[in-house]
């Protein structure tokens, strides 16, 4: 990574707060502008309008998604105006690029039978099996992203009042509150499965791998596809945040509400799932109405 690149991802981290995983991303995708540029003679710091559309088009012609372009768009964008800042340049050669539309593409979910079915298909009768149980339980009881059941630490867990303390992304915090199926798991898992996994002393984090330390989005990622594997059910651990999210408003709850359990900062993201109910609707007075 060249020296303009660590400053920049200083200035994600510190002053725009980025996740890390954010921030490795965007300077990844400017790295390889840099490499692009360098063919040319040129860098960054002197890269015209011209030069950044002919570096959009090439990656355009990958067959890259509109997501993955937008996101690229994205970073361009972060970076230039990193460059204002630290007086880098006097202009943004990003400014007259514009973020490609996207195609609102609805969620996976999963019925409630087939989340009970992928959570039954785990063997709970090893210490890794009873962690993935009380570990997927809770992603789906309160619909968490990966990162955030991965660093869920002892100081974010309230089992006598059943709420989580999450930090979602930009570390914003929300309450949680998780149901009874999942507080029996955890109360199993920490009790009969956890010890034996915990290899060198205490640890902060509530579920450990096998080699003690803090299960990582990897590891869960892999779990989960072994289960999925065994389950038959097409699906991915984020498909249980999708479920969550769908099954309460299927069960009455309002968008303000999951809005808030969700961590969603614009309430537009979370109206997403309202299209979801509207579509299983539409299924289900097709397949029941008697005159169809």
Not at 82 to 99: A, G, H, V, W, Y
Not at 188 to 193: A, G, M, V, W
Request: proline letters at 3%; glycine letters at 6%; one cysteine or more.
């Amino acid at each position: 990574m060249t020296i303009l690149l660590r400053r920049y991802q200083a200035y994600l981290l510190s002053t725009r707060r980025r996740s890390v995983l954010t921030a490795d991303v965007y300077v990844r995708e400017m790295e390889m502008l840099e490499h692009f540029l360098a063919k040319h003679g040129k860098t960054p710091l002197d890269a015209t309008g011209e030069d950044l559309l002919a570096y959009l088009v090439g990656r355009s012609q990958a067959g890259l998604r509109r997501t993955t372009m937008a996101r690229i768009v994205a970073s361009l964008h972060a970076f230039y105006r990193f460059c204002l800042n630290e007086k880098l340049r006097t202009d943004d050669p990003s400014i007259q690029i514009r973020t490609p539309r996207q195609d609102r593409n609805l969620p996976d979910v999963l019925d409630p039978d087939s989340v009970e079915h992928v959570l039954d298909s785990i063997d709970i009768s090893t210490p890794n099996g009873l962690r993935d149980r009380a570990l997927f339980e809770l992603i789906y009881s309160c619909g968490l992203r990966i990162s955030e059941a991965a660093n869920l630490t002892f100081q974010q867990l309230y089992l006598e009042e059943r709420l989580l303390r999450v930090l979602g992304k930009r570390r914003k915090e929300r309450l949680v509150p998780f149901g009874r199926e999942a507080l029996y798991w955890i109360t199993r898992y920490l009790s009969e499965s956890r010890p034996l996994l915990e290899k060198h002393g205490k640890s902060e984090f509530v579920f450990l791998n096998q080699e003690g330390k803090g299960i990582s989005r990897k590891g869960i990622w892999k779990r989960f596809s072994q289960i999925r594997v065994k389950s038959g059910v097409k699906a991915k651990v984020h498909t249980f945040r999708h479920s969550f999210a769908t099954h309460l408003l299927a069960g009455g709850a309002d968008l303000r509400t999951v809005q808030e359990l969700l961590g969603h900062s614009d309430i537009a993201t979370t109206q997403i799932y309202t299209h979801i109910d509207e579509a299983s609707l539409g299924m289900y007075h097709r397949e029941y109405f008697p005159r169809k």
